[in-house]
Nanobody, 119 residues
Framework: VQLQASGGGLVQPGGSLRLSCVAS????????MGWFRQAPGKEREFVAA???????IYSDTVKSRFYISRDNAKSTVYLQMNRLKPEDSAVYYC??????????????WGQGTLVTVSS
């Protein structure tokens, strides 16, 4: 397994969660890392991405609420999600690719972790 995401769960609106994605050393050192999400009946959408040297981009819907970071020693990328809303509910996927916001910019995908925001 080259990408392993974890940290999803049930959280109340306004709460926080931190997702983690452990990557193989090869992917982590050579690719940008991104987070995407997919809600039932909807297309997969971009959330955030971080370059190997740390530059970040965010979708407008999560900017100032979500933060992406990476720990080079652990080959792990994180997504800190704050002030969660019901519309943030989705399966969240980590991916390795060109650090763009395009789904087709990522060649390697993890298995996904479910986030449910509900009271």
């Amino acid at each position: 397994v080259q990408l392993q995401a974890s940290g999803g769960g049930l959280v109340q609106p306004g709460g926080s969660l931190r997702l983690s994605c452990v990557a193989s050393r090869h992917l982590f050192n050579n690719y940008g890392m991104g987070w995407f999400r997919q809600a039932p009946g909807k297309e997969r959408e971009f959330v955030a991405a971080i370059a190997a040297l740390g530059g970040t981009i965010y979708s407008d819907t999560v900017k100032s609420r979500f933060y992406i970071s990476r720990d080079n020693a652990k080959s792990t990328v994180y997504l800190q999600m704050n002030r969660l809303k019901p519309e943030d509910s989705a399966v969240y996927y980590c991916a390795a690719g060109d650090r763009s916001s395009r789904v087709d910019g990522y060649r390697y995908w993890g298995q996904g972790t479910l986030v449910t925001v509900s009271s």
